[in-house]
């Protein structure tokens, strides 16, 4: 024996083919057929058996050599790779060197090929029961879980129509193919759709792929070539050369791969092959235009090659970026059901189950602490370990140093945060941002249209034939700057990666527009500029009590918050060692202070100003020396008891680290901070000065910061709230965008931002990454459009030469992608 675990026990089955005795876990072949297991001896059986029988399982597919399944695990299941032509699928059977050695267990995606993608979207198991069936257990459950996975059929021979058997009614109706397209960018595995993934691929396609810049270089230079031979005297040269550039550029384009943040590539397909029909028609027609139009249809596929070219440099980097986290996400988690421990991927976690996570691994899914403390790099490539404990929240990618946690699931698969808009193919910020929806609709269907229109006004202008259609390429060149669609992807995608690397997360590509259109930015004071532990500064006596007694006073009275000066006060009592007070009927009123009774039934208030002179309370006593405490940052506390004032309490809290740098960051976005806290006017007054905030609105109750936001969006302002969940919700929920501190991973559908730390500068970073991100893709826009528009005008009227138009489309795409690609971006 080599030491290798053995394969699991199976009963032995004859082919039902021809009879050969086989064991199931070495099957050639498995076919379901009227709701049961067939084991075959190879495709021919299989294939003589099912045409013999009248019907066609959807369960057709290579079983050679499984893999043994533990039962506390959900295998791997690996769709056939997949070819494209025309948009069309093709199931490719894979060798059988690809399948993993039946010796080996291979639980883990790194284990299996890195060119075939996983399927992991089916439905999870409830119990280690349900993976095992009564006769073999890994043909059963893999068997049962490639019914999930559609792929095309094997063509067989079909009995005549007269002759076809009914099928059982018990038997499972075949899934209907999908649509090209949604196959196209079907999600794989954590996310990552076809247009990012490497599935294998064989025969002429893959080896044209694999030559596509040689090829589309050497396309360019005969385009070129066709429109200057007329130099050296070469006139009949010119047809064929255009003829061979134009055959290179839809042989490019039928072999790449569509991806959805760019136009459809038939509509850059369309110019150059109409300039070339125009070329021949002409030739055809002895014109004395021919050689002329035979030189702008080289020109155009040779500008279309190019373009091509630069743009899949441009985005190669982005791809790359979301590869690696795709593999850094691409994790197994252990999930407790029941008295089980299951090792699953996170597309098989439900939400509200419980995850193990121990030291040195990786956090699968979204999740909130449910209980454990541990240190943590908070999310992929953070820059500083945080420690967790219960209740806080924690997103896919974080990584425990130390410590074990169990951790109640919030989001898996693809809600998870680091996938939502990076790697899901339909949420992508780069597909779905609004600007770069409507320019790829622009150039879908605006381009036609207006191409169209062009021609018309040739026509007005007794073109004809050849030139009329030469006039409609010509236009369609230099509106269908595909680099400008490019361009804006590419920003959109750095934008989002950038804030990734950050810890900030976007709850949808509307909401990343939207933080890139506030211009006001209300700060809530307390834990999110301020470090939110106050510690008593001045302890003063107003009356016949005592120092201690008024601290005793007014900690007995703040037993019953959980304000940060609650804590302050009860921390300076239990440091003395002052015996707290005993008090009756304690009432906390938020923003303001505390109500109770003393041991002696006598009226205890301890707060503001505003809830002393609301319980009739005097406290001209010590106004001057409030206003002077106020004047200097600090927070003032009043202790009345029996209706007199007795002592005040100040408190100071710093500011947090980077709170200044934040504003600052607001102001260079051209984003007007405003202030908002409960705080008295000259405190809040201090506090503004030593941030640089002018706009300032003390005073306010956390129940009134809602109306407070409310009324700043009445002015005609797009605002932004930064803050806590737990303290500003109030204001939060009635933001335009809510920047939460603290929450990703927790609440991604209440926030228009979460962010994974607690640093009010990633806040204020989130908003003006996504200003200028905007900024940026308003000016590539009309950088890359203009051009065109310009030269379109110009051939409408007939001011200029047709081949300005793969020039001017030329230079307007290498403009907007170096625009681009300057932009500095911390993608690794």
Known sequence: MDGRTPSPASTTHACPACGKKIDPLRAGEVAILEGQFFYFCDRTCKRDYVSSAGSMSVLQRFTADPPPVAPSAVPIIKPPPTTHTNGAREAVPPPAESWPDLDEPRLSSRSLPETEPLVTGHEPYDSAEELQHEESPALSHRAAAIEEAPYEEEPVEEPPPDEEEPAPAHAPDPAPPPAPEAEEEREIGIGIGRAESHAEERGWRAFLRAKQDPLAYAGAALGVLAAVVALAGAQVAREPLAVLACAIWLVRVFTSRHDRALAHPYIAAFPPVLALIAALWAAGGHEANAGSLASFAGLCAAAALVIAVRVDRALEPMAHHRARIAEALDVRVRVVRGAETLELYPAQVKPGEHVIVEAGEVVGVDAIVAAGEATVIPWIDGPAEARKKEGDAIVAGAKVVSGTLRLMTTWAAHERAWVRLLLDPDLRIDVAAPLARGTRLLLERGVPIAALLVGVAVIANDGHGPAVLAAVAAAAMALGVWGVGAALALYYAQG??????????????????????????????????LMGEPEIVALEPLGSLEENRVLALAAGAETASSHPFASAILRAAQ?????????????AHAGLGVTALSARGERLVVGSRALLLEERVSVALADTRVSELEGQGRSVLLVALGGKLVGLVALQDGLRAGARAAVQRLHDARIEPVLLSGEARDTCETLGRALDIDHIRPEVLPTDRGTEVRALREGGHAVAVLGHPQSDDAALGAADVSVALSAAGATPGEWSVALASDDVRHAALALALARTTRERTRLAFILGIAPGVAVTLALAAGLLPLVIAPIAAVVATLGTLAHARARESRIA
């Open 575 to 587: 440091s003395r060692g002052i015996r707290i007070e005993n008090v009756r009927n304690a009432t």
């Open 496 to 529: 989002q990666a950038e804030a990734l690397s950050y810890g900030i997360v976007f709850k949808d590509a509307r909401a990343f527009q939207d933080a890139g259109v506030a211009d006001v930015a209300v700060v809530c004071s307390r834990g999110t500029v």
